[in-house]
C-alpha cells in the first residue's frame, strides 16, 4: 500500500471546523444551487418569451429555445414540463400580475372616477417600460389574440372574470341597479376595453401615433383621458336610463303610443 501523500491535509491531521461549519457549507451548497436555477429558468422564460413573440407558439422548438439560452435540453421539462408549459409560464406571469392589481384596484370600494383613473394606471403602468422585454410581452399578447393557442384561457379567464364582475358591481352601486344588467355588462365592457386596447396594440399604435407613447408623462396623459372618457360613459348611461325607466334592463326603449297617420299631415292621395 502507498504511503499517504504528506503533501494533501488528512482529516486526522485537519484543524477542527467551527461548529456549523458543516451546515453552513450545505447551505452554501444549496443556495448556489438554488440560484443557479433561478438562472436557468429565468434565461429560459427570456429567450422564449422572445422566440414566442418574434416567430409565434407553433414555429418555435424547445430545442431552439435551449440551445439560445444555453441551458440542457432537459431544462424546459424540469422547470415546466413541456413546451407548453413554458408557453403559459411566459404568457401568463406578466398578466397575472397586471389583473390582480387591476382586480385589488376594482375592488377597493373607491368612488367611480378615482377606482377608474387607478385601474387605467395599473393596466398602462408596463408601458412606461419601454424597453426590449416589455415590448415582447405585448406583441405576444397581441399575436395570442391574433392565433389563440388554446393554452392558456383559463387562468386569464378566471382573474379576468373576477375583475370583470367588480367593474359591473361598482356600475351598480353607481347607478342604483341591483343585478347586473346587460347594459351594466355593456358598458363594463367598453370602459375594460378603453385600455385594453391601448395597452395590447401599443406596438401598432405607436407607429401610427407615436405621440401617444412619448414616454411616461404620455402614457399618465393618457391613463387621465381614459379617466376623463369612462365619466362621461358613465353619466350617458345614467342619463340613458333617467329617459327610458320603463325599458328595462337592456332592452330598447317602448316606442310612444300610435299615431294618427293623417294627424296634423297631408294625406297620400293629396287630402288634408
Not at 37 to 53: H, M, N
Not at 73 to 92: Q, T
Not at 174 to 191: I, N, P, Y
Request: charged share 25%; net charge neutral; aromatic share 6%.
Amino acid at each position: 500500500m502507498n504511503a499517504p501523500d504528506r503533501n494533501l491535509p488528512s482529516s486526522e491531521n485537519a484543524p477542527p471546523e467551527p461548529a456549523g461549519a458543516a451546515s453552513g457549507r450545505s447551505r452554501t451548497s444549496a443556495d448556489g444551487r438554488v440560484a443557479r436555477g433561478l438562472d436557468t429558468r429565468s434565461r429560459l422564460l427570456e429567450v422564449a418569451l422572445r422566440l414566442f413573440a418574434e416567430k409565434g407558439y407553433a414555429q418555435t422548438s424547445t430545442r431552439e429555445v435551449c440551445v439560445a439560452a444555453g441551458v440542457n435540453p432537459a431544462s424546459i421539462h424540469y422547470y415546466f414540463g413541456d413546451k407548453a408549459g413554458l408557453y403559459r409560464a411566459v404568457y401568463l406571469e406578466p398578466i397575472q400580475q397586471l389583473m390582480v392589481a387591476a382586480l385589488d384596484v376594482a375592488s377597493a370600494g373607491e368612488a367611480f372616477e378615482a377606482t377608474m383613473r387607478r385601474t387605467y394606471d395599473a393596466f398602462l403602468a408596463p408601458l412606461k417600460q419601454s424597453d426590449e422585454k416589455t415590448i415582447q410581452i405585448l406583441k405576444l399578447h397581441f399575436r395570442e389574440q391574433a392565433e389563440p393557442t388554446g393554452l392558456v384561457g383559463k387562468e386569464v379567464v378566471s382573474v379576468a372574470t373576477a375583475h370583470f364582475d367588480a367593474i359591473v358591481a361598482m356600475l351598480g352601486r353607481e347607478l342604483g341597479v341591483a343585478g347586473a344588467d346587460d347594459d351594466l355588462q355593456r358598458l363594463a365592457t367598453c370602459l375594460i376595453a378603453l385600455a385594453v386596447d391601448f395597452l395590447t396594440r401599443a406596438d401598432w399604435i405607436r407607429r401610427i401615433a407615436p405621440r401617444l407613447h412619448a414616454g411616461p408623462e404620455a402614457i399618465d396623459r393618457m391613463a387621465q383621458r381614459l379617466t376623463v372618457y369612462a365619466v362621461a360613459m358613465l353619466a350617458g348611461e345614467r342619463q340613458r336610463r333617467a329617459e327610458a325607466p320603463e325599458a328595462g334592463a337592456g332592452a330598447a326603449p317602448r316606442a310612444g303610443p300610435a299615431k294618427d297617420p293623417t294627424d296634423g299631415r297631408a294625406s297620400t292621395d293629396g287630402r288634408t
